[in-house]
């Protein structure tokens, strides 16, 4: 069982938006930065978000993070086909290790 | 463009050793940290180790502490994994990945990953 927790699975139409949570504690997403992972099927882990709610080059604005306390969330808006995939926060731990989320599959209805 | 391109995984008795590689192109590998994550077959990401760029701090999880090593040669631009002890549970496919910097650290590149199978 993963320390961050994310929902094992949500859904939307094309077009529409959804948003994935991601819930840790005081010692790694309550005093650490955020990332966001896409999964495609079959594929490596891509980067989607980094520090909470910045985008690396050739990421579409539909993707946005945020952080609030212990939680952080992943909104995907204007849903494509091509979004299918498996979602995964991470972070640093004060432990001194790198924390994943359990992963969120997200199916395009 | 950064390539990471793993090696080295396969089929192993429980029990046995492997070592996985990763060779690095596209960025200067001896700038940055560098991780191995693992996902076992259909399961979520699992961090398994961390080196900084001069190998002066090295990170493990609990999971496999006392059974893998992480090392790496900069003059090579790779990194590697020695796994011994091998269990059933370790099955997985392994990814290396590049550690960035900006206001905190993330894992910003993945290569495509080696599978390993621990069974009899």
């Known amino acids: 069982q993963s320390v961050l927790t994310q929902p094992p699975s949500v859904s939307a139409a094309p077009g529409q938006k959804v948003t994935i949570s991601c819930s840790g504690s005081?010692?790694?997403?309550?005093?650490?930065?955020v990332s966001w992972y896409q999964q495609l099927p079959g594929t490596a882990p891509k980067l989607l978000i980094y520090?909470?709610?910045k985008r690396p080059s050739g990421i579409p604005d539909r993707f946005s993070g945020s952080k609030s306390g212990t939680s952080a969330t992943l909104d995907i808006t204007g849903l494509q086909a091509g979004d299918e995939a498996d979602y995964y926060c991470?972070?640093?731990?004060?432990?001194?290790?790198?924390?994943f989320g359990g992963g969120t599959k997200l199916t395009v209805l | 463009e950064v390539h990471l391109v793993e090696s080295g995984g396969g089929l192993v008795k429980p029990g046995g050793s492997l070592r996985l590689s990763c060779a690095a192109s596209g960025f200067n590998f001896n700038n940055y940290n560098m991780n191995w994550v693992r996902q076992a077959p259909g399961k979520g990401l699992e961090w398994v180790s961390s080196i900084s760029y001069s190998s002066g701090h090295i990170f493990y999880a609990e999971s496999v502490k006392g059974r893998f090593t992480i090392s790496r040669d900069n003059a090579k631009d790779s990194l590697y994994l020695q796994m011994n002890s091998l269990r059933a549970e370790d099955t997985a496919v392994y990814y290396c990945?590049?550690?960035?910097?900006?206001?905190?650290?993330?894992?910003?590149?993945w290569g495509q990953g080696t599978l390993v199978t621990v069974s009899s």
């Open positions: 991470g972070t640093w731990d004060r432990s001194l290790v790198w924390m």
């Open positions: 990945a590049r550690e960035q910097y900006g206001s905190s650290w993330y894992v910003d590149y």
């Open positions: 005081s010692s790694n997403i309550g005093n650490n930065y």
């Open positions: 520090e909470n709610s």
